[in-house]
C-alpha cells in the first residue's frame, strides 16, 4: 500500500527562525512530489512540484528537496513568519492510477512572535 | 488568480438524507476529483473525472456516491442514505492535465456534518 509519512507531526518556532519539514514515501512508481500549504479551514495550495530528476526547487522562502534514491523528501522554511502557521502536507504521484494522489498527513508548524 | 469554488461551505443533514455539494471548477481545467478530510486524519482521494465519465475511484468511493457534470462549469458529488461516518471536509480540485508538473487547485472544501 502506497504511503506517505511525515515528520515532526507539529512544531513550534520563533518568527524569524527557520524550520525543516520531513517526508518519506513508499509509493511506487514514483511521478512527482508536491507540497502544499493548508491554512486552517482552506484548502491545500501548491507550493512546490519535483520529478525524479529535480533536487531542489524553491518558491520564495520554501524550499523543497527530493532524494527518489532513499524516497525522501524535506521542505525548508527560511526567516518564518506567523503567516507561516499552517498544515503542511507532502503528497505523492504514482504513474499509475490517473494522477491519484497519496496523501500525508501534514506536519503542524505554528510560528509564534 | 482564477480559483475552484465550492457551495456550501458548511452543511448539516440528519442522517439517511442525501446530500449534493457543488464545485465549480477552473473554466479552462479538464480534470476533476473529489477528496475527504476526516477531521484530524489525512486527506483521502474519493474520485477522478474526465470527458463526462468518472476515469479513477478509490475503495471509499462506493455505490453510496456519485459524481455528476451537469452542465459546462458545475461539478457534484452526491451522498446518498449518509451515515455518521460521513463527516468530514469534502475537498474539490481540478487540473489542466495530468502530465507531471500540473497542479491540482483545491476548493476551500464543504464542511459536511452529519447528525
Known amino acids: 500500500k502506497n504511503q506517505v509519512e511525515q515528520s515532526p507531526q507539529s512544531l513550534i518556532i520563533l518568527e524569524g527562525k527557520n524550520c525543516t519539514l520531513q517526508?518519506?514515501?513508499?509509493?511506487?512508481?514514483?511521478?512527482?512530489l508536491r507540497w502544499y500549504k493548508q491554512d486552517t479551514g482552506r484548502g491545500p495550495v501548491s507550493l512546490t512540484i519535483?520529478?525524479?530528476?529535480?533536487n531542489t526547487k524553491s518558491n520564495g522562502r520554501y524550499t523543497a528537496t527530493l532524494d527518489a534514491d532513499t524516497k525522501q523528501s524535506s521542505l525548508h522554511i527560511t526567516a518564518s513568519q506567523l503567516s507561516d502557521s499552517a498544515s503542511y502536507i507532502c503528497v505523492v504521484s504514482s504513474h499509475y492510477g490517473n494522477n491519484r494522489l497519496a496523501f500525508g498527513k501534514g506536519n503542524q508548524v505554528v510560528v509564534i512572535p | 488568480e482564477p480559483e475552484v469554488t465550492q457551495t456550501p461551505s458548511h452543511q448539516v443533514t440528519q442522517m439517511g438524507q442525501e446530500v449534493i455539494l457543488r464545485c465549480v471548477p477552473i473554466s479552462n481545467h479538464l480534470y476533476f476529483y473529489w477528496y475527504r478530510q476526516i477531521l484530524g486524519q489525512k486527506v483521502e482521494f474519493l474520485v477522478s473525472?474526465?470527458?463526462?465519465?468518472?476515469?479513477?475511484k478509490s475503495e471509499i468511493f462506493d455505490d453510496q456516491f456519485s459524481v455528476e457534470r451537469p452542465d459546462g462549469s458545475n461539478f457534484t458529488l452526491k451522498i446518498r442514505s449518509t451515515k455518521l461516518e460521513d463527516s468530514a471536509m469534502y475537498f474539490c480540485a481540478s487540473s489542466v492535465g495530468q502530465g507531471m508538473g500540473q497542479p491540482q487547485h483545491f476548493g476551500d472544501g464543504t464542511r459536511l456534518s452529519i447528525l
Open positions: 517526508c518519506n514515501y513508499t509509493v511506487s512508481p514514483f511521478s512527482n
Open positions: 519535483m520529478t525524479f530528476s529535480e
Open positions: 473525472f474526465y470527458n463526462n465519465e468518472i476515469s479513477e
